[in-house]
């Protein structure tokens, strides 16, 4: 079956301290991997994608996440988090040519001055 | 700013009441998904259409009904509301199918009392 998991519903770190948000997936097919940001009450931002290539994508705002095959992870990663980063963060999974994009059910994260 | 804009912002209606929920799409976008999104969870999959014929459909009753129309906007329709169908309803435009990324609009906060 196909499926995200984020295992930390929550997490709170200290400005400035580094951030790593796990995702794992199980999919039958090749995965295009997602990282989406959703502040209280709006729509989702997409932080970064994998498609293929380079294991180890950028994306905006300084995240970063490596994509390892052999443990299904997509882990995201923020070396200094800001106090804007406070959020929900959504992992999901799709592939070329499917109709759909599965999400794990988000982590909080909770910044701490 | 995705360039996807969801119309009305929030709206608050009866049981059994009957509700239209509108999606722009990104310019030169083809293909329009819709989402649910329950409080405390991630989207779920309701269908897509590309190219204005539905094109993949999640775990949603018949009484989620949608359009696509020539201009790719998309209409989501919902027929004999229920108390569960209260959630943010997500659309995501992107270019062809799973082919590349899809942008979230800021989603529109359906109320059923």
């Known amino acids: 079956a196909q499926s995200v998991t984020q295992p930390d519903i929550h997490i709170t770190v200290s400005e400035g301290a580094s951030l790593e948000l796990r995702c794992n997936y199980s999919?039958?097919?090749?995965?295009?991997l997602f990282w989406y940001v959703q502040s209280p009450g709006q729509g989702l931002q997409l932080l970064l994608k994998?498609?293929?290539?380079?294991?180890l994508v950028q994306g905006i705002k300084g995240f970063e996440a490596e994509f390892k095959r052999s443990q299904s992870s997509f882990n995201l990663r923020k070396p200094s988090v800001h106090w804007s980063d406070a959020a929900e963060y959504f992992c999901?999974?799709?592939?070329?040519?499917?109709?759909?994009?599965?999400f794990g059910k988000g982590t909080r994260l909770h910044i701490l001055p | 700013e995705t360039g996807v804009t969801q119309s009305p912002t929030h709206l608050i209606k009866t049981r059994g009441q009957q509700v239209t929920l509108r999606c722009s799409s990104q310019?030169?976008?083809?293909?329009v998904s819709w989402y649910q999104q329950a409080l405390g969870q991630g989207p779920q999959f309701i269908f897509q259409?590309?190219?204005?014929?539905e094109n993949g459909r999640g775990n949603f009753p018949p009484r989620f009904s949608g359009l696509q129309f020539p201009n790719y906007s998309s209409e989501l329709n919902v027929n004999a509301l229920e108390l569960d169908d209260s959630a943010l309803y997500l659309c995501?435009?992107?270019w062809g199918q799973g082919e590349t990324e899809a942008f979230f609009g800021q989603g529109t906060r359906l109320t059923v009392v």
């Open positions: 995501a435009s992107s």
């Open positions: 999919y039958g097919a090749t995965p295009y």
């Open positions: 994998y498609f293929s290539g380079d294991t």
């Open positions: 999901a999974v799709g592939a070329r040519r499917d109709d759909k994009i599965i």
């Open positions: 310019s030169g976008h083809n293909t």
């Open positions: 259409y590309y190219r204005e014929e």
